[in-house]
Every structure is written in structure tokens, then in C-alpha cells.
């Protein structure tokens, strides 16, 4: 057998994994091969998406399921045996697997992150590969894990036989967790986006836990009833009899698993705290949800259950990193032991990228002052003072502000999807109400299909409330849009939500982060992939965090008069268009075979159960103008990073990178097989083609190929449209040298380049669809030609003939 000609998937079979039977690993429970890392990150272009490349690790060896200590990457026997060792090393940061082998099936490169099998990369033969005894001892030596609490690392994750399995961060964090606990570590915090999993995770830790009898008697808190009855019935539901939630303020001491709201067993009173009914050491595990929302301040509420029961083991959960202000989550529980952030969640694919729309006002920027003894419309004098963002809608309440506001949101929608669900944040309830007002009677047919198109959601009205349910269900068309008041910001599953709204001056990081995790869950089953905020409070610039966050797949800020939708958003794909051509690349990310360009027509949703009371605004006024201000667009750019220089500064300089003058342009333009592929290398390279064609096309009353596109913006030549360069192809009598099927294909051809540019007609595919289906088969079409050859020839003619007429 030549081993050089077998297949990675060949070595895979005939070598590696014999080596890893005869060293006594067991293939069906322990060895896990071809193992999805990833989900592979959402593109987005415009109102498309599709999805990056998966991350797949070709071994990984796991001790006990779940419990990953060893990575191997397989390369064919063309490969030398490393090579695949730096691809390993990074499955096994993502992993926490600090064995790590590369091979290519003569043999093993072991890598030892441990520092304890001897010196850091080895070669092994094929019979030399270690034994899982041999790897998990040294584990456990290297994670400080002694003999006498191997039966709690060691007790298997809850499986309900569906075969559901932790993502693998989960497992990161779960394995942490309990590891630490077993160590005696006592406080421990873990920081986990909102829309990972956080009371999954946190489930499996306290089941590990339990069923070891490292810990029996289990308190887990959260801030909201719906939260602590979600968690009951849904990831918690396996510990059954042995769990209560704890209400009405009582107590029975006879389960192991308690549920509670913080507010639950806390009072202004002594005797009202029930918590003081156990003893401070009844529980010996307190796991702490939203730990965030003041848990660690040292005069709050949630602080006093902590501190009364300071002998259990705390955990923390959270979906922020840390607190600006005084007091920081980490000063009570330690620094993180794990942190999976929304950025490192979009770049995985399991959490959706957003856009942002920043939208300024100019009373916003400028402030407002009344006139001498100028009086409200209720007749009250107003303070003679200059009124900013800061006081709208607080302090005072100009109508007209709400107006353009709601008249924003529904230009967005309608340009859109009407349906998706939007959720607006405004300042207080009366403001929430104003809102709604003014939404209803923006979108009157909608409202009179159903009344329900618009919701006030606020903890202060039942008919509201009563809504949230229908509005989180997918599966409910109605309410559409729920204006609400204080950020309900914590565990309400809103899987289809996909337009955001902030309108409420927010202020701290931590209601920043959670109002974005409103947002992020993905369901492919709506359609649900990505998501808008439109951001008329600066919030998305106050608080941006592009370590934990990532940026923004686009921010879009448009001036007076635009539309408030990114042009490469709007409707311009036919009703039944679900998908386009792909190139291997897009925004610099290898596409997952098989993938291509998706619709996201969906339909979305999310909650509030808002606790705040209505606030008497002080003065309204309903005669004051409001307007949108100029303001600039920013892109992100293909390095992650926003472009601030104007759009066509930035599209000279990197034109230029690559050619330097016009006559370098032209030669690449015309010795390039395909132009699509010049136009595709530009986009990557951060060249934004829709706002460039949209600019052009403005001076010539009709779209230009990309061609002039550059030509005009990059070499300051006069641009020509398509349909211009098509009619002068026309004049030059180019199809007398053809006959029949042939001339008829390049006639279509060249209206086809008219009416949607150059790349449709690169493509050989084109002649299966009408109007060229209509005039004969693929096949006879190509033979019209003398064969594929004759074809290519003509439409590469066809192309010269196009660019003959260049500026």
C-alpha cells in the first residue's frame, strides 16, 4: 500500500485510530472523531447571510464524556508529522485540552502543555501513543485535582438520552467550575454572554455537584419570577421531587434544590427575611444568577443572603465582564474562571452579528431653551434653562421628538419587514405610552388588522403584561412592537427579536450589554440570524466594548433625508429570490462547503415586566421642530475595525494599493479571466460597491458598472452606465459575425448585463435560466458556440467589447 496516495480520512482509519485502540482508548465513548467545534460565524451582506467554515477537530479524547483532555489533527501522509500541531494547539485553547498531537499516520508529535510528561513536544511512534489512565493522571496533577475528590470531577454531565451535548464552551465552563469547587475554591464567577446557555451550564454544574454529594443542599437565585419559573420547568426539570421554588414565605426544609427571586426571601424587616428561617449553614452551594445587578454591593439586599450564608460556596453568573462604577462583581467573587464573550459568540456562529443605525437629533445635539414665561401645554411656566438629550422625556417632553422617533421606526419596518419583532426602550412609562400612541397612529392599516400590532409592555398594566408570552413566542404574530420602559434586560428568551430600538438614555456598561443580548439568539427556524439597533441615544457608542461585544457588522448613519435602511438592506432582490452566487471568500471568511446566500425574511420577538412607576413629566410641549442631522456613514471594515474616513478617500487608497495608475487598472481590468473576480477582491478588501454604484448613479441618472465606478471615483474619468456601454456594443454591428441560437445568446447576454451587470454573464449556468432556456437547452447552447470553449471564447469577446470604450 502507498501510503502518499491515501486520503487524510484513509490515514484517519488505518493508522490513527488502531494506534488509539491498542492504547486502550475506548473508540465508542472516549474518542470523538470529526468533532464540531464551531458553528461557523453568520455573514451578512445586505439582507443576505450565510454561514463560515465550521471548526471541526479531527480526534478529540476525552477521560469521561464531555471531559476533553486530548486534541489530534490529522494531515495525509504528503504532510510532514507537525504539521497539523499549530491548528491542534488552537482546538485545544478553544477545548482546554492540554494534550495535543499531530500525525499523519507514521507516527505521533506530542505537544505537553502540562510541563509534566517530560520535555514539550515529543515523537511518539504509532505503539507509543498514551494510555487515557496515563493522560488523566497527568490531569489531574496539572489542574491540582487530588485522589479524594476524583468522584466529583469525575461524575458524569445530566443525559437525558436526546442526545443533546454542551457546546463546547459549556463544557469549558462546567468542567471549570466544578474542578474549582473541588479544590475548595469558594467564590467563583463566570462571565458568559447573554444567549449562551448560562442556566444550562449552570444546571450541570449543580447536578455534578449534587450527585456527588460534594454538595447537598443547593440555593439558586435570580431577579425575575419569570426567570425562576423558566429555569424550574425547563433546564432544571430533572431534579424533580427534590427541588421547590420558594414562595409565599415559607419554608420547608425537606428538599436539597431551592429556587428563589432574590426579592422572595429578602424584606425591610428582620422577621420578613426568610432566608434568617434556615440556618446559616443549611446551604453548602449558592449560586448567584445576574450576579451583576448589585449582588456585590456591599449594603444591598442580595448581599446580606450572601454574606448569611458566607460558609456555602457561592458561584456568580454573569453576562458582564465587570461593573463601571464602584463596586465590581469581581471584587467579591475573584477574577472569572472562565469568559465567553458576545464577540467570541458571533465569531463562533453561535450567536447573531448586529448592525447599528445611529440616528442624531438635532435638539438632541443642540438642546432646546424656552422663550421668556413660556409655558407648556398644560399651562405650566417652564424653567428657564437649556433642556438636552438627558432631560427629554424625563424632565421634559417635546412631542414632536416622539413623533419623528416612532416616524423612524416605522420607515425602518416598512422597508424591512413589518413583521419583525421590535422592542422600543424609552425612558419611563409615560414615554413607553407616548410611544405607542404614536406608533398606532403611524401604522393604521397594520393596527387595524390587529389591534395588537403595537403593545405597551410595562409592569404597571395587566392588558400589557398579559402580552409578553405571545411576544416571545415565535410561533405569535402579534404584538409586533413592544414599547417599553426600563431595560428588562435578564433571561426573557426572545429568540426572534431583530430590531432593537434605544430611545432611553442608558447609563452603564451593564444595561448596555443586556439590551444588546436581547438580540443576539439565532433561530434558524424564523429565519433569525442577525439583528439591528436603531440608536438615537449615542448608547452604541457610549458603551461599546469591542473586546467582549466584537463590532458591529456594519453602523450606518444616515444623513438628512436618507433612508433610515442601509441601502444594501432595501428591497432589491426579486419576491422568490432566496439566494445568490457565492465566491470561496466573504469579509475574510472561508465559507462552509455546501453553504450559500440565504433571505432573511424572518419574523421576531422579546418581552419587559416592568417594575419602574410612572413618572410625572414636569413639561410638555408640543410646537417645537424636530429634525435628523447630517451625519456621517461608517462600515466595518474586512480587519474588524470601523472606517471613519469618508467612503470614496478610502476607496482611492486601496484601489491605488494594488494599482497605482489608470493604464495598471485597465491592464488588470482586461487580462483578468473574470471581472467579477476583481470586484469580489476589492469587497474584501473593504470597497463598499453599493454605496459607490448608489453615488454614482445619482450624476448619471442610471447604474454604472463597477468598471466606472473606479475609473470615475480613483482616476477621475467621466463614468458611463451599463445600459450606455451595451448600446455602444450595439452600434458597432458586433453580432453581424453570429447567426441563429448563438446571436440570439449574446442579444440576451447583453441585456442581461444591462439590467444586472457583469456578474451574471461570467457565469455558464446563466444559459439554464429565461429568457436563454427559451431558446434552447444548456447543451445545445454551448454547441451553438463550437463547444464550451467557442462559448467562453465569445463571452470573453463579448467583455472587450463591452470595456473597448474606456473614459
Same mark, same amino acid.
Given at each position: 500500500?502507498?501510503?502518499?496516495?491515501?486520503?487524510?480520512?484513509?490515514?484517519?482509519?488505518?493508522?490513527?485510530?488502531?494506534?488509539?485502540?491498542?492504547?486502550?482508548?475506548?473508540?465508542?465513548?472516549?474518542?470523538?472523531?470529526?468533532?464540531p467545534i464551531t458553528d461557523g460565524r453568520i455573514i451578512v451582506r445586505g439582507r443576505l447571510h450565510t454561514r463560515g467554515k465550521r471548526r471541526r477537530a479531527d480526534y478529540v479524547l476525552s477521560y469521561k464524556k464531555n471531559m476533553p483532555i486530548a486534541i489530534i489533527e490529522a494531515k495525509d501522509n504528503n504532510h510532514s508529522l507537525g504539521d497539523g500541531m499549530q491548528q491542534a494547539l488552537t482546538y485545544s485553547d478553544a477545548l482546554d485540552a492540554p494534550f495535543v498531537f499531530s500525525s499523519n499516520g507514521d507516527g505521533f508529535l506530542f505537544h505537553d502543555r502540562t510541563g509534566l510528561f517530560g520535555q514539550t513536544e515529543t515523537t511518539l511512534s504509532l505503539d507509543e501513543f498514551p494510555s487515557p489512565e496515563t493522560l488523566w493522571e497527568l490531569y489531574c496533577q496539572h489542574k491540582g485535582i487530588h485522589q479524594n475528590v476524583r468522584q466529583t470531577i469525575e461524575q458524569p454531565y445530566y443525559d437525558d438520552g436526546s442526545g443533546r451535548t454542551p457546546r463546547y464552551y459549556q463544557t469549558v465552563a462546567i468542567n471549570r467550575t466544578v474542578e474549582a469547587v473541588a479544590r475548595g475554591q469558594n467564590r467563583i464567577l463566570l462571565v458568559m454572554a447573554t444567549g449562551t446557555g448560562k442556566t444550562f451550564t449552570a444546571f450541570q454544574i449543580i447536578w455534578r455537584l449534587w450527585k456527588s454529594k460534594q454538595k447537598k443542599r443547593i440555593l439558586f437565585l435570580a431577579d425575575r419570577n419569570i426567570l425562576v419559573d423558566q429555569t424550574k420547568n425547563?433546564?432544571?426539570?430533572?431534579?424533580?421531587?427534590?427541588?421547590?421554588?420558594?414562595?409565599?414565605?415559607?419554608?420547608?426544609?425537606?428538599?436539597?434544590?431551592?429556587?428563589?427571586?432574590?426579592?422572595?426571601?429578602?424584606?425591610?424587616?428582620?422577621?420578613?427575611?426568610?432566608?434568617?428561617?434556615?440556618?446559616?449553614?443549611?446551604?453548602?452551594?449558592?449560586?448567584?444568577?445576574?450576579?451583576?445587578?448589585?449582588?456585590?454591593?456591599?449594603?444591598?439586599?442580595?448581599?446580606?443572603?450572601?454574606?448569611?450564608?458566607?460558609?456555602?460556596?457561592?458561584?456568580?453568573?454573569?453576562?458582564?465582564?465587570?461593573?463601571?462604577?464602584?463596586?465590581?462583581?469581581?471584587?467579591?467573587?475573584?477574577?472569572?474562571?472562565?469568559?465567553?464573550?458576545?464577540?467570541?459568540?458571533?465569531?463562533?456562529?453561535?450567536?447573531?452579528?448586529?448592525?447599528?443605525?445611529?440616528?442624531?437629533?438635532?435638539?438632541?445635539?443642540?438642546?432646546?431653551?424656552?422663550?421668556?414665561?413660556?409655558?407648556?401645554?398644560?399651562?405650566?411656566?417652564?424653567?428657564?434653562?437649556?433642556?438636552?438629550?438627558?432631560?427629554?422625556?424625563?424632565?421634559?417632553?417635546?412631542?414632536?421628538?416622539?413623533?419623528?422617533?416612532?416616524?423612524?421606526?416605522?420607515?425602518?419596518?416598512?422597508?424591512?419587514?413589518?413583521?419583525?419583532?421590535?422592542?422600543?426602550?424609552?425612558?419611563?412609562?409615560?414615554?413607553?405610552?407616548?410611544?405607542?400612541?404614536?406608533?398606532?397612529?403611524?401604522?393604521?392599516?397594520?393596527?387595524?388588522?390587529?389591534?395588537?400590532?403595537?403593545?405597551?409592555?410595562?409592569?404597571?398594566?395587566?392588558?400589557?403584561?398579559?402580552?409578553?408570552?405571545?411576544?416571545?413566542?415565535?410561533?405569535?404574530?402579534?404584538?409586533?412592537?413592544?414599547?417599553?420602559?426600563?431595560?428588562?434586560?435578564?433571561?426573557?428568551?426572545?429568540?426572534?427579536?431583530?430590531?432593537?430600538?434605544?430611545?432611553?438614555?442608558?447609563?452603564?456598561?451593564?444595561?448596555?450589554?443586556?439590551?444588546?443580548?436581547?438580540?443576539?439568539?439565532?433561530?434558524?427556524?424564523?429565519?433569525?440570524?442577525?439583528?439591528?439597533?436603531?440608536?438615537?441615544?449615542?448608547?452604541?457608542?457610549?458603551?461599546?466594548?469591542?473586546?467582549?461585544?466584537?463590532?458591529?457588522?456594519?453602523?450606518?448613519?444616515?444623513?438628512?433625508?436618507?433612508?433610515?435602511?442601509?441601502?444594501?438592506?432595501?428591497?432589491?432582490?426579486?419576491?422568490?429570490?432566496?439566494?445568490?452566487?457565492?465566491?470561496?471568500?466573504?469579509?475574510?471568511?472561508?465559507?462552509?462547503?455546501?453553504?450559500?446566500?440565504?433571505?432573511?425574511?424572518?419574523?421576531?420577538?422579546?418581552?419587559?415586566?416592568?417594575?419602574?412607576?410612572?413618572?410625572?413629566?414636569?413639561?410638555?410641549?408640543?410646537?417645537?421642530?424636530?429634525? *435628523?442631522?447630517?451625519?456621517?456613514?461608517?462600515?466595518?471594515?474586512? /480587519? &474588524?475595525?470601523?472606517?471613519? %474616513?469618508?467612503? #470614496?478617500?478610502? =476607496?482611492?487608497?486601496?484601489?491605488?494599493?494594488?494599482?497605482?495608475?489608470?493604464?495598471?487598472?485597465?491592464?488588470?481590468?482586461?487580462?483578468?479571466?473574470?471581472?467579477?473576480?476583481?470586484?469580489?477582491?476589492?469587497?474584501?478588501?473593504?470597497?463598499?460597491?453599493?454605496?459607490?454604484?448608489?453615488?454614482?448613479?445619482?450624476?448619471?441618472?442610471?447604474?454604472?458598472?463597477?468598471?466606472?465606478?473606479?475609473?470615475?471615483?480613483?482616476?477621475?474619468?467621466?463614468?458611463?452606465?451599463?445600459?450606455?456601454?451595451?448600446?455602444?456594443?450595439?452600434?458597432?454591428?458586433?453580432?453581424?459575425?453570429?447567426?441563429?441560437?448563438?446571436?440570439? *445568446?449574446?442579444?440576451?447576454?447583453?441585456?442581461?448585463?444591462?439590467? /444586472? &451587470?457583469?456578474?451574471?454573464? %461570467?457565469?455558464? #449556468?446563466?444559459? =439554464?435560466?429565461?429568457?436563454?432556456?427559451?431558446?434552447?437547452?444548456?447543451?445545445?447552447?454551448?454547441?451553438?458556440?463550437?463547444?464550451?470553449?467557442?462559448?467562453?471564447?465569445?463571452?470573453?469577446?463579448?467583455?472587450?467589447?463591452?470595456?473597448?470604450?474606456?473614459?
Amino acid at each position: 500500500m502507498d501510503k502518499k496516495k491515501l486520503t487524510e480520512r484513509d490515514i484517519c482509519t488505518k493508522y490513527i485510530t488502531p494506534a488509539l485502540q491498542n492504547a486502550g482508548w475506548d473508540v465508542l465513548s472516549q474518542v470523538r472523531e470529526e468533532f464540531p467545534i464551531t458553528d461557523g460565524r453568520i455573514i451578512v451582506r445586505g439582507r443576505l447571510h450565510t454561514r463560515g467554515k465550521r471548526r471541526r477537530a479531527d480526534y478529540v479524547l476525552s477521560y469521561k464524556k464531555n471531559m476533553p483532555i486530548a486534541i489530534i489533527e490529522a494531515k495525509d501522509n504528503n504532510h510532514s508529522l507537525g504539521d497539523g500541531m499549530q491548528q491542534a494547539l488552537t482546538y485545544s485553547d478553544a477545548l482546554d485540552a492540554p494534550f495535543v498531537f499531530s500525525s499523519n499516520g507514521d507516527g505521533f508529535l506530542f505537544h505537553d502543555r502540562t510541563g509534566l510528561f517530560g520535555q514539550t513536544e515529543t515523537t511518539l511512534s504509532l505503539d507509543e501513543f498514551p494510555s487515557p489512565e496515563t493522560l488523566w493522571e497527568l490531569y489531574c496533577q496539572h489542574k491540582g485535582i487530588h485522589q479524594n475528590v476524583r468522584q466529583t470531577i469525575e461524575q458524569p454531565y445530566y443525559d437525558d438520552g436526546s442526545g443533546r451535548t454542551p457546546r463546547y464552551y459549556q463544557t469549558v465552563a462546567i468542567n471549570r467550575t466544578v474542578e474549582a469547587v473541588a479544590r475548595g475554591q469558594n467564590r467563583i464567577l463566570l462571565v458568559m454572554a447573554t444567549g449562551t446557555g448560562k442556566t444550562f451550564t449552570a444546571f450541570q454544574i449543580i447536578w455534578r455537584l449534587w450527585k456527588s454529594k460534594q454538595k447537598k443542599r443547593i440555593l439558586f437565585l435570580a431577579d425575575r419570577n419569570i426567570l425562576v419559573d423558566q429555569t424550574k420547568n425547563n433546564d432544571f426539570k430533572p431534579f424533580g421531587q427534590a427541588m421547590t421554588k420558594v414562595t409565599n414565605r415559607t419554608v420547608d426544609k425537606s428538599y436539597e434544590i431551592y429556587l428563589s427571586l432574590y426579592q422572595a426571601v429578602t424584606g425591610s424587616e428582620d422577621e420578613q427575611n426568610i432566608y434568617k428561617q434556615f440556618s446559616p449553614d443549611f446551604f453548602d452551594l449558592v449560586v448567584i444568577d445576574e450576579c451583576h445587578r448589585g449582588s456585590a454591593s456591599v449594603d444591598s439586599a442580595w448581599r446580606q443572603i450572601l454574606e448569611y450564608f458566607s460558609a456555602a460556596t457561592h458561584i456568580g453568573l454573569t453576562a458582564t465582564p465587570k461593573e463601571t462604577r464602584e463596586v465590581s462583581n469581581i471584587d467579591y467573587f475573584g477574577e472569572p474562571v472562565y469568559t465567553y464573550s458576545l464577540k467570541q459568540g458571533i465569531e463562533d456562529g453561535f450567536l447573531a452579528p448586529y448592525k447599528v443605525v445611529r440616528i442624531d437629533l438635532d435638539r438632541d445635539l443642540q438642546g432646546w431653551r424656552p422663550s421668556k414665561g413660556q409655558t407648556d401645554k398644560h399651562g405650566e411656566l417652564i424653567e428657564d434653562r437649556i433642556y438636552n438629550q438627558k432631560d427629554f422625556d424625563r424632565q421634559l417632553v417635546l412631542e414632536k421628538r416622539t413623533e419623528i422617533v416612532a416616524r423612524k421606526v416605522t420607515e425602518f419596518l416598512e422597508q424591512t419587514d413589518p413583521y419583525q419583532k421590535t422592542i422600543v426602550f424609552c425612558e419611563d412609562i409615560d414615554h413607553a405610552e407616548r410611544m405607542r400612541q404614536a406608533l398606532v397612529n403611524l401604522n393604521p392599516e397594520r393596527v387595524k388588522e390587529n389591534r395588537k400590532y403595537v403593545m405597551r409592555i410595562t409592569g404597571d398594566e395587566q392588558e400589557g403584561k398579559a402580552e409578553l408570552d405571545n411576544f416571545i413566542n415565535p410561533e405569535e404574530r402579534y404584538p409586533v412592537i413592544a414599547t417599553t420602559s426600563k431595560l428588562m434586560t435578564t433571561g426573557v428568551d426572545a429568540q426572534t427579536c431583530k430590531l432593537i430600538v434605544l430611545d432611553q438614555r442608558i447609563q452603564s456598561m451593564t444595561e448596555f450589554k443586556q439590551i444588546i443580548g436581547r438580540g443576539t439568539r439565532i433561530n434558524d427556524d424564523y429565519n433569525k440570524h442577525w439583528f439591528t439597533i436603531l440608536d438615537f441615544k449615542k448608547a452604541t457608542e457610549l458603551f461599546a466594548d469591542p473586546a467582549f461585544d466584537g463590532d458591529p457588522v456594519k453602523v450606518y448613519e444616515p444623513k438628512t433625508g436618507e433612508s433610515v435602511v442601509p441601502d444594501d438592506e432595501k428591497e432589491t432582490l426579486e419576491p422568490d429570490a432566496t439566494e445568490l452566487p457565492l465566491s470561496e471568500e466573504a469579509e475574510g471568511y472561508e465559507i462552509e462547503p455546501g453553504e450559500t446566500w440565504h433571505r432573511d425574511d424572518s419574523q421576531p420577538a422579546w418581552p419587559s415586566d416592568d417594575q419602574e412607576k410612572t413618572k410625572r413629566v414636569k413639561y410638555v410641549v408640543g410646537d417645537v421642530e424636530v429634525s *435628523v442631522t447630517a451625519e456621517r456613514v461608517q462600515y466595518l471594515g474586512p /480587519d &474588524g475595525k470601523l472606517i471613519t %474616513e469618508s467612503l #470614496k478617500d478610502f =476607496t482611492r487608497k486601496k484601489v491605488k494599493e494594488q494599482y497605482a495608475t489608470l493604464t495598471d487598472f485597465l491592464k488588470g481590468w482586461n487580462q483578468a479571466e473574470r471581472k467579477q473576480a476583481i470586484i469580489e477582491e476589492l469587497a474584501e478588501q473593504g470597497v463598499i460597491w453599493d454605496d459607490l454604484i448608489k453615488d454614482v448613479s445619482k450624476k448619471l441618472g442610471a447604474e454604472p458598472d463597477p468598471f466606472d465606478v473606479i475609473c470615475h471615483i480613483v482616476y477621475d474619468q467621466p463614468p458611463l452606465s451599463r445600459k450606455e456601454r451595451a448600446e455602444q456594443v450595439r452600434k458597432q454591428n458586433y453580432f453581424s459575425k453570429y447567426e441563429g441560437a448563438s446571436k440570439q *445568446v449574446l442579444d440576451a447576454l447583453l441585456d442581461k448585463y444591462t439590467d /444586472d &451587470g457583469i456578474e451574471p454573464i %461570467e457565469d455558464v #449556468k446563466i444559459l =439554464t435560466l429565461a429568457p436563454f432556456s427559451q431558446i434552447g437547452s444548456l447543451m445545445e447552447l454551448v454547441d451553438a458556440f463550437g463547444g464550451k470553449p467557442g462559448y467562453t471564447e465569445a463571452v470573453r469577446d463579448l467583455e472587450d467589447e463591452l470595456y473597448r470604450q474606456t473614459p
